[in-house]
Nanobody, 118 residues
Framework: QVQLVESGGGAVQAGGSLRLSCALSGDTISKYSMAWFRQAPGNERERVAFMSRISITVYADSVKGRFTISRDNAKNTLLLQMNSLEPEDTAMYYC????????????WGQGTQVTVSS
């Protein structure tokens, strides 16, 4: 059974940085397309970054140039480097995994909270 466990969230001031990690167990991360989502109270869930199995990346306009998604296959881990954080980035962040040709994400983590103060 595949499991995803996020870590690295916390509270920072605007302009600061955080690096989120998502450890995948039960399978090999390179078999999956991976993504980071976030959801703030009262808002819809938003996909902020995506990485395909062949490492093509896609970012939401709101985070382009500030966030970087990467994958460490040796550690079976997905990363999200977040720089120049803004209060609007405050949300619960989730990682998700999708198998090839799946129309939806098959696996989700439990989330890690990011809070950015002004």
């Amino acid at each position: 059974q595949v499991q995803l466990v996020e870590s690295g969230g916390g509270a920072v001031q605007a302009g600061g940085s955080l690096r989120l990690s998502c450890a995948l167990s039960g399978d090999t991360i390179s078999k999956y397309s991976m993504a980071w989502f976030r959801q703030a109270p009262g808002n819809e869930r938003e996909r902020v970054a995506f990485m395909s199995r062949i490492s093509i990346t896609v970012y939401a306009d709101s985070v382009k140039g500030r966030f970087t998604i990467s994958r460490d296959n040796a550690k079976n881990t997905l990363l999200l480097q977040m720089n120049s954080l803004e209060p609007e980035d405050t949300a619960m962040y989730y990682c998700a995994a999708k198998t090839a040709y799946s129309p939806s994400y098959n696996y989700w983590g439990q989330g890690t909270q990011v809070t950015v103060s002004s």
